[in-house]
């Protein structure tokens, strides 16, 4: 079911508050200041697409700002692309400095302060998902924010048609197809990603895209059981072990390795809850699928900078450590990379 946020009902003199309230609980926290004194209605359609979030936004002209101190407070771990139908969005992130103009797209990352301006009345169709969803490197990941990307031709043109056709029709979807579309969409963005960096990526005929989706769909309903493994997985669709891994290929990184990389996002989720019954590190582990704990506390480590124990001290007094990697990486930063630790974009 969609979730719609309408502010026609409410009275122009309380439309300002409400829309920043609106804004920061569909997104991630902003600060949202509307430039009219008497803000027209505002409108936020949004479905729910397995790890993707569809939201198409229309209202009027308003600044939008996230600072360090809002990234504190949640929603680092997220990337949002913004595709712009109507008026145009002048986006500053990095040092850098981008305008939005109907039929171009951006990316932003929720871990790094930016501001976004939007001048007069504008519509846009708006993506928001976790970045461990997309298999890439986070080296990768920074080559599609803060950059416009024109839907003329190529792909670009191709992700862009998909997405606004996925938004359009989000609605009418079953959620076992909706999530399988929304882990396309995700595989697109890789695509765009790789393509952006000069490399190739291995074909994928959209039947192969099918079954890569039910195989993902099927590993993350699996992650809990520590027998998951290559084998098991290729014998659930009927394929090779040599085809699961030709089908992992278009993300990037190895079979077990993109196990682990869920699996760990799950256990740093469940570290962090700030509940007077949090589980131990022990039975996060194995709730995840780590057999052994002394294996889960390196692979954490060397994923997030930071042990298990540390992540959730930190995270019990509502902090987080400078050091940390708040998305597991295959690939360490080369030695002129910024390191992953924090960054923002919408």
């Known amino acids: 079911m969609p979730v719609v946020l309408d502010t026609a009902e409410i009275p122009p003199a309380d439309r300002a508050e409400y829309w920043h309230e609106a804004v920061s609980r569909t997104f991630i926290p902003l600060d949202v200041a509307l430039l009219d004194s008497a ?5 936020i359609t949004s479905h729910r697409l397995g790890d993707l979030q569809v939201c198409r936004v229309a209202a009027g002209p308003q600044r939008v700002e996230r600072s360090a101190g809002l990234i504190a407070r949640g929603g680092e771990d997220h990337l949002t ?3 712009q139908h109507r ?19 951006a990316v932003s990352d929720a871990g790094r302060p930016f501001a976004k301006e939007l001048p007069d009345p504008f519509a846009f169709t708006a993506l928001h998902w976790p970045r461990s969803a997309v298999g890439v490197s986070e080296e990768d990941l920074r080559v599609l924010t803060t950059t416009v990307f024109d839907t003329a031709d ?6 862009a048609a998909y997405l606004d056709c996925l938004s359009r029709s989000a609605g009418t979807m079953a959620p076992q197809q909706a999530a399988w579309l929304a882990t396309t969409a995700l595989d697109l963005l890789a695509v765009l990603a790789h393509e952006r960096r000069g490399r190739s990526v291995p074909e994928a005929p959209e039947a192969a895209l099918a079954t890569l989706a039910r195989v993902k769909d099927h590993i993350l309903r699996h992650l809990g059981d520590p027998d998951l493994s290559p084998e098991r997985i290729a014998a659930a669709h009927h394929v090779s072990v040599r085809h699961l891994h030709k089908l ?4 990037g990184v190895t079979v077990a390795r993109w196990i682990q990389h869920r699996r760990l996002e799950l256990c740093r989720r469940d570290l962090a809850r700030r509940t007077a019954d949090r589980a131990t590190v022990a039975a996060v582990a194995g ?4 057999v052994s704990a002394s ?31 708040l998305s597991p990486s295959a ?5 002129g990379a910024a390191p992953s630790g924090y960054g923002v974009a919408v």
């Open 39 to 43: 803000p027209a209605p505002a409108t």
């Open 81 to 83: 692309l913004a595709l």
């Open 87 to 105: 008026g145009t969005a002048r986006l500053a992130q990095d040092g850098h400095r981008v305008v939005l103009r109907p039929g171009t797209f």
């Open 154 to 159: 190529g792909t670009a043109r191709l992700v």
């Open 248 to 251: 992992f290929r278009f993300e």
């Open 287 to 290: 709730r995840w699928g780590f």
């Open 295 to 325: 294996h889960f506390s390196r692979a954490f480590r060397a994923a997030y900078g930071v042990s298990p124990r540390e992540w959730q001290a930190y995270a019990g007094a509502g902090l987080t450590p400078g050091t940390v990697r």
């Open 331 to 335: 690939d360490r930063p080369g030695p």
